[in-house]
């Protein structure tokens, strides 16, 4: 605030007045009027070089983070779907493509949260990744064993949110659920949803392979959704499963 005042100082604009007398001759002849000095100052700074002055010192407050763009680099995540008497319960992607049934996108820079085996036993939370600007911007994938094929839509995503309080709560509070259906290049079936909820916003991809059901989520508070929506798209976009055997 010190160097504010004083860029903005009144006395950095006027001139000023000197005021100047004979004292020898004060006690013999009227007193003279005062003759005024004028002192030349620097002229002001255009406001706009202020300001910069001002930022440069670090009092101005910084700009928000940057958006994710769409251009982004990106990493693949090969999944295995393994059980929770299976699982390891570590992290790392780098001996996982060989066993992977599915695979997405994730942005660089996104963290991976370890998820145990209480966890994958109970919901079938199988893997997921976070924004660590923002961790509830996130992607995971959760699946369940004895699925040959898809139920209708609607009860698909009925029975998603019986386990996932979260998607109850976007649900319920929901200014739109939308759904469709589409097939991938080998005539794989995925039913895709969209739930605008009051606080938050989802895209979920849903299907059936292995005799499991997967289901892929998108999930980012509306904020964060109306910075990244293009990215969070392509991450939605990007989940598939996968046979690297070449059996189904």
């Known amino acids: 605030m010190t160097m504010l005042a004083s860029l ?3 006395s950095s604009l006027l001139t000023t007045t000197v005021s100047t007398s004979s004292s020898a001759a004060s006690s013999q002849q009227p007193p003279s009027a005062p003759q005024s000095a004028n002192v030349r ?3 002001p700074r255009p406001l706009a070089t202020t300001l910069a002055a001002v930022a440069a010192s670090g ?3 910084l700009s928000p983070a940057a958006p994710l763009h769409a251009e982004a680099e990106f990493k693949t995540y090969y999944g295995t779907a393994a059980s929770a008497a299976n699982y390891g319960g570590y992290g790392g992607n780098a001996s996982k493509k060989d066993a992977a049934e599915y695979v997405y996108d994730v942005p660089e820079g996104w963290k991976e949260r370890l998820v145990s085996k209480v966890e994958k036993g109970t ?3 199988d893997s997921e990744f ?4 923002k961790r509830s911007e996130r992607e995971y994938l959760t699946f369940l064993s004895g699925f040959r094929k898809l139920a209708p839509v609607g009860a698909v995503l009925d029975n998603l949110a ?3 309080v979260g998607l109850q709560d976007q649900i319920s509070s929901a200014d739109g659920v939308t759904s469709t259906e589409r097939k991938d290049e080998d005539g794989q079936v995925y039913y895709e949803y969209e739930v605008a909820g009051a606080g938050a916003h989802s895209l979920i991809s849903v299907t059936c392979a292995r005799n499991k059901l997967y289901a892929h989520f998108v999930t980012a508070p509306n904020p964060e ?3 990244d929506e293009a ?3 392509r991450l939605h976009q990007s989940f598939k499963t996968v046979d690297f055997s070449g059996q189904d």
Do not use: I, M, Y
Request: proline share 12%; no cysteine; aromatic share 12%.
């Open 123 to 125: 919901n079938g939370t």
């Open 8 to 10: 903005f100082s009144p």
């Open 130 to 133: 976070f924004n660590p600007r």
């Open 162 to 164: 019986l386990s996932d």
């Open 41 to 43: 100052l620097p002229a």
């Open 231 to 233: 990215v969070l798209r």
């Open 225 to 227: 959704w109306g910075r």
């Open 59 to 61: 009092l101005l407050l």
